[in-house]
């Protein structure tokens, strides 16, 4: 920014080891969701299979991405969709469970629970 | 502004950097609106799972673990020999550019050869979505039809929770337990084929724009000063892993 931009080479060089280091730490975790998911974890399962998900996409994100090194506002442009999914899956969640059947009693009487 | 300007910079430009990063914003906003879209599928995704996990806990089976790792595998790589090129168009490497893009599309190429093989195997067993879903491996020979639904006076008003799926058999929470096939399970194939086929279909896109920008790199259009499409075919190829990194774990490996 400070240098006069003729002939400047812009963005930032990504060192090979740095990018090896990210395949193999990639490779790994891949290796790892792959033998956690035969362990049973109850409720967490899905938490433990996103959660190694979310790492590895901010590996990408960081590294293969160059968001690490790069302006911050495309970081900021990113997180903000990311966060709207997660907002929008989140409210979606807690609205589907609002439409039970028989979440008032004998409102809505499902087949299930009236078989006459 | 009389001096002479390089080739590549837009007359609406003043500098190179300044057309790198007005591109560059450009892009994490095509990326992020790309993000939204496959949002709205794993949004699906969660409800349907929320509502009916006995669904997705029996016809994940059906999905091979070894054929999507194994493409898990080739995705990663093929992202590390993309985002290596960019590196190699940035030092000025024309060879090494070269190469690394044609490893890279060749990763695209296997990706999506093994995604056939997956996509042959769920047709023949008529694993498909809504009403072309018409398994006929073995087992399902042996299992008698589930019984007709009770019939009662009331109409079922609100039909399954938020109306996701017809209430007129059980949903047999155990069913997935025992072996035996829930109703509905055509629900997760129609999930899976759009879910991998609307990726599978942007790394149909992904390759033909590294076939654009390879092109290009064997004409020597590329180097430490001009490298912005490479860069930009990678951010694009990026983002076409980082959705597979969710969709490998959410749809393969369920437990």
């Known amino acids: ?116 | 502004m009389s001096h002479e300007h390089p080739p590549y910079l837009q007359h609406h430009f003043d500098t190179p950097e300044q057309q790198f990063d007005a591109g560059k914003l450009g892009i994490w906003l095509f990326l992020a609106t790309e993000i939204l879209l496959f949002g709205g599928l794993f949004c699906a995704y969660a409800i349907y799972r929320a509502n009916h996990p006995e669904i997705f806990i029996y016809a994940h089976k059906y999905l091979d673990r070894v054929l999507g790792g194994t493409n898990t595998v080739v995705l990663l790589c093929s992202s590390l020999t993309m985002a290596w090129a960019v590196r190699a168009s940035q030092l000025g490497q024309r060879k090494l550019l070269i190469a690394l893009l044609s490893l890279t599309l060749l990763g695209g190429f296997g990706f999506m050869g093994i995604k056939f093989v997956e996509y042959k195997a769920k047709w023949e067993h008529g694993l498909l979505p809504g009403t072309h879903f018409a398994p006929h491996d073995e087992h399902e020979a042996a299992v008698p039809a589930p019984p007709a639904a009770p019939q009662t006076t009331f109409k079922p008003s609100a039909t399954g929770p938020a109306g996701t799926v017809r209430h007129d058999a059980e949903p047999d929470a155990g069913a997935a337990s025992h072996g035996k096939r829930p109703s509905n399970v055509q629900i997760f194939f129609g999930i899976y084929f759009l879910m991998t086929g609307l990726h599978g279909l942007h790394v149909l896109v992904g390759m033909g724009a590294i076939l654009w920008i390879l092109v290009r790199s064997i004409k020597g259009h590329f180097g430490p000063e001009y490298f912005t499409p490479v860069d930009f075919v990678g951010l694009y190829w990026h983002l076409v892993d980082l959705i597979w990194i969710f969709l490998f774990p959410l749809l393969y490996l369920i437990s």
Do not use: C
Request: proline residues 6%; charged residues 10%.
């Open chain 1, 1 to 116: 920014m400070s240098q006069p931009a003729s002939h400047a080479q812009v963005g930032h060089v990504v060192p090979l080891r740095v990018l090896f280091g990210v395949l193999g730490t990639l490779l790994v975790m891949t290796y790892v969701t792959v033998a956690v998911a035969g362990y049973d974890f109850g409720r967490l399962n899905l938490w433990v299979a996103l959660g190694i998900a979310v790492f590895k996409a901010s590996l990408v994100l960081l590294f293969f991405m160059h968001l690490k090194y790069d302006k911050p506002f495309n970081a900021i442009v990113i997180i903000v969709s990311m966060a709207l999914v997660v907002l929008f899956i989140a409210i979606a969640l807690t609205d589907t469970v609002q439409y039970e059947p028989n979440m008032i009693p004998g409102y809505a009487p499902s087949i299930k629970s009236n078989p006459q």
